[in-house]
Each structure stands twice: as structure tokens, then as C-alpha cells.
């Protein structure tokens, strides 16, 4: 396998902080008192959306239809998703099934 060009490893590392920084930039989720918080997010396609796990216990957060998963989050951590289609995703938490929200991601209609 031929080794990265000067060039090409540039734009690996240019994508790379990109994408760290878009996704502490997005929109955060805050998993707390066994709830998320915002319950519902409307977003753009291409957002990072952060969660963050306050509590004690640990928490996912699970697509219902599970196309994705932000793993197990113990208290402190962390875990993002990039959400690329449009669409309505309603989550909950894995080991908490009555906690529930949604993400409904949708172009932006900018005519006038």
C-alpha cells in the first residue's frame, strides 16, 4: 500500500480537526435526572449532535429503529453522532427504555 502524499496527509489532519472542532461547536444533548434535555432537536443535514451524561448512572442514546448508538456513556463521557439524512429519529436510553427523544433533521428552507 503506497504511503500518503505531503499533500494528502494535510488534508487528512485539516478533516480530522474539522470534525473534532464542528463536533464540540454542535448542538449538545444533556442526559440528566434520567431525561435528555432538549427532548426534541431540530437540526440541519451534516450536524454533529453531542450528548453528555450527567448522572451517576450510565446512559445511551439509541436509535429505535438502532442504526445507531452512541455506546454506553458512564457519567462524564461523552459520544456523538453526525446525522448526514433527513429525517425524524426518535432515541431512547438502552438500559433506561422510558427515556425517549427525538431528532428531526431537515434542510433549511431559506426562499422568501
Request: contains cysteine; charged residues 25%; glycine residues 8%.
Amino acid at each position: 500500500m503506497p504511503g500518503l502524499t505531503r499533500r494528502e496527509f494535510g488534508v487528512l489532519v485539516c478533516a480530522a480537526l474539522t470534525t473534532s472542532a464542528r463536533a464540540s461547536d454542535g448542538p449538545q444533548i444533556i442526559i440528566k435526572r434520567f431525561k435528555f434535555d432538549p427532548p426534541e432537536l431540530a437540526i440541519i443535514p451534516g450536524t454533529v449532535v453531542m450528548w453528555t451524561n450527567l448522572d451517576a448512572a450510565p446512559h445511551t442514546a439509541t436509535d429505535q429503529s438502532e442504526e445507531w448508538d452512541t455506546g454506553e456513556l458512564k457519567k462524564g463521557e461523552t459520544g456523538s453522532i453526525v446525522f448526514e439524512t433527513e429525517g425524524s429519529f426518535e432515541y431512547f436510553c438502552r438500559f433506561h427504555p422510558n427515556m425517549r427523544a427525538k431528532i428531526v433533521v431537515r434542510e433549511l428552507n431559506l426562499r422568501s
